[in-house]
């Protein structure tokens, strides 16, 4: 019985050393080390000769120090509770913290994640409470076919609200807008969409609603390795950007999800928002239907078009704005930080719905042009949605 | 108008360069670069001393050469069309391809993906076929309350076919278990389920089914950083690791399944199937529950438990077994490599079936312990589920 154990125990071990595909920790180097505000990062490179942490907790890079083994180290304290990004810099190479499990995608970038908790970023934490469903689903786009020469089948994350499968409850939808570079995936990795969302409706600050977060890409169907382009770069220069192609096509969508979810089909049970590329998307796609949206949010919005200027619905704005303002969204919310780059369109814009007293709701946070702000415009803007 | 649409294009050159968060790919360096069979590295270090590339193409690190500019560079030829990973060894320090947006965890370790497409692996690739939607969804454990003292609120991967959400059919069901350190995004992440449930239903070759991949982790909700112990570093060491407590909460799952989804709720319409430890809980979960699992896929599957050896699941094996071959599972099929360190156990444990002759399928591979292999099982055993 012991040689059995023996041989039970070594083969334990084996499979615990060797589960799936082998580990690659270094030893005893763990980071980043959060203890209440401070971090430390830390990282194992005995032959390295300069190392410097990167992120946007800090405007310039911070320096890492070597101890005698090896292993550089930074410290940061009165760090406030948020969810950072950062990379190191070693000899010149931008990487990933190789002891950090938790990176995430910002385009064609990996960054490692730091959540440093506190009562501030709550909204953003995962919590004992009833959690909705998260789904990719693809649905085919017949308005894109003359632009792409075929019919696309597109990929699309929705969040079904907790209850979603146990009732037959129908629910109002939230579309919410990537920005450019961005995908399908941008609003639940780096958003924290289904988190802020499962909070909002636990404490009874947001109604249970769907949101459903499409590609905002024309030219792209999916997420970066998700379709039958493969592993190909990401990029940003897509052809057929903020040129009205996909604004246009965007009533597929709302059709496809008015048919396959339980929806509340109704202009007052549905609101788009978007972040940068996505806010203008949002602005314009709302001017272009004004009867399907009842609530509009424009995240750090792009205003201007890139392509295609002259296209009807660049060039008559102004009119398909007055059509719009007629039954006025509820909220037509708008967001920005001080430092937003897009800040001075974002005044200009304002000033046109000033001049011609449409109504809308301004928020102005500070900082630019970052997942930390629109998170937050997230969290502001969703209860403010589809009340009675 | 001209100095209008210069400002326009100089804010769009800012919206490109910046959108999101900033890009830092270095220019000119693309990797890995693929021409037919042959695969290119590269990385611009122009401080790093020393540069190699480890992944499971190769058995040994393969030395990196630099140029006279700072790009570190190694090629292969005639790689067989696979996804492999792969990491560089910077002076010590292992880290994923920077120019590389495609990551995978494995475990608690991020490694870059190089997927070398041709007819072996086209089973693999997003091909422009229907697809089905992948969600995550969370349910209610009862059964696991006795041993943890609360009722967790776990985490599980979903396929449903193409065509569920517009039909009122319904479903067999696969369950699909992941090892040790895994979790329930692996099978989808590194064992791309999605893509060959996709191909070979469009090819005919596998009938719709709905497969659930839960986390098989009785001590852990969820996948690292999607419950609320929130980012902590993944561990294999994990408490209640096969030791029966996980495998007799499993029909906690089935019920779940059987209430939220359109299934076939009767034994010849569910399978369950695992790799390694998962491997480990598909044997013992289909000897507890002969009546719910009418087929058995055993991957690299561990044979011995870890702990908890006298549990009347593991010391009354043979018995259970006994019972459950008196309707011998269609197909109970044993799949595993030549090389795989769990080879020897899974000869033991199929003279065992032998000795009683209860009828198995058997498939023995080359390689070892490794998803190249746990794809592949899949893609076979898939065929073989739910004949009529």
Redesign the interface.
């Known amino acids: 019985m012991k040689k059995i ?1 023996t ?2 125990c070594v ?2 071990s ?3 050393a ?4 082998s ?3 270094k030893p005893d180097v ?1 980071s980043p080390v959060i203890n209440g505000n401070n971090v430390t990062f830390s ?7 300069n190392i410097t942490v990167t992120g ?1 907790f800090a405007g310039s890079p911070l320096p890492m120090a070597r101890d005698s083994v090896g292993v550089w180290s930074a410290s940061l304290t009165d760090v406030a509770p948020e969810i950072y ?1 950062y ?1 190191y810099d ?7 913290d ?2 950090n ?3 995430k ?6 960054w490692s ?3 440093v ?1 506190g009562e501030l970023t709550d909204i953003y ?4 409470v ?2 909705g ?6 649905y085919e786009s017949l308005s894109l076919e003359p632009v792409l020469g075929r019919v696309p ?1 597109r ?1 699309m994350s929705v969040y079904t609200p907790p209850g979603y ?2 009732s037959d409850v129908s629910y109002p939808v939230l579309y919410l807008l ?5 995908d399908e995936e ?1 609003w639940l990795t ?1 958003g924290r969409t289904a988190q802020i969302l499962d909070n909002l409706i636990a404490q009874g600050k947001a109604k249970p609603m769907i949101v459903v977060m499409p590609n905002g890409n024309a030219a792209l169907d999916g997420a ?5 382009s ?2 190909t ?2 990029t ?2 897509l052809p057929h950007t903020m040129d009205g192609t996909y604004e246009t096509a965007f009533v597929d969508i709302v059709n496809f999800v008015d048919n ?1 979810y339980r929806t509340v089909p109704e202009r007052k049970s549905r609101a788009v928002a978007g972040l ?2 996505g806010g203008f998307h949002s602005l314009n796609i709302s001017a272009l239907y004004p009867e399907l949206f009842g609530a509009v949010g424009l995240f750090s919005a ?1 205003i ?3 392509d295609n ?1 002259d296209a009807p619905l660049f060039a008559e704005r102004d009119v398909l704005l007055s059509r719009q303002f007629a039954d006025a969204p509820t909220p037509y919310w708008i967001g920005i930080g001080s430092d937003d ?2 800040y001075d ?1 974002n005044v200009k814009f304002r000033a046109k719905l000033d001049g011609n007293n449409y109504p809308y709701t301004y928020y102005e946070s500070d900082g630019g ?3 930390k702000n629109w998170r937050k415009y997230l969290a502001m803007f969703a209860p403010l949605l589809f009340a009675k």
Request: aromatic letters at 8%; hydrophobic letters at 40%; proline letters at 9%.
């Open positions: 154990l041989a039970v083969a334990i084996l499979v615990s060797l589960a799936q595909q580990l690659n920790q763990q990282i194992y490179a005995p032959e390295a000769r946007d990004i990379q070693m000899d010149g190479v931008r990487i990933a190789p002891a499990a938790y990176t995608r910002d385009i064609a970038t990996n994640m730091l959540f908790p934490a995962v919590k004992d009833p959690h469903t998260v789904s990719r689903i693809w089948k990929r499968e146990k990537h920005g450019m570079g961005g941008a780096l970066p390795g998700e379709t039958p493969g592993f770069p990401p940003t220069r396959t940068s590329m792009a201007s078009p890139r200027v780059f897009l369109d042009h970052t997942w």
